[in-house]
């Protein structure tokens, strides 16, 4: 998992295409409606459970996304603070 904030700035469709299947913290720099339009990569990692703890352990404006399919049957979502 890379663990180190980068200094490139991506859109939305360029963060899918890069990080595919993966889960990402980002650092939110723009923003349209309250939805991310251009972010920087905080971590990433195929890994759910480690980008959860390594958002835990960062300030500011962030968001997790998931960048690959999601099954529509059988499938929840849990948050956790």
């Known amino acids: 998992m890379n663990m180190s ?4 700035i991506l859109s939305m469709e360029e963060l899918t295409q890069k ?4 889960w990402v913290v980002v650092e939110v720099i723009e923003d349209e409606f309250g939805e ?8 990433h990692s195929k890994n759910r ?3 959860y703890r390594k958002q835990k352990k960062v300030e500011g404006d962030i968001a997790i996304f998931y960048t690959g ?3 529509e049957k ?3 979502v849990v ?3």
């Open 74 to 76: 059988d499938y929840a």
């Open 69 to 71: 399919e999601i099954p």
């Open 36 to 43: 991310p339009k251009k972010v920087r990569v905080i971590a």
């Open 79 to 81: 948050f956790n603070e």
């Open 49 to 51: 459970d480690k980008i």
């Open 5 to 8: 904030a980068t200094s490139e």
């Open 19 to 22: 990080f595919k299947n993966e």
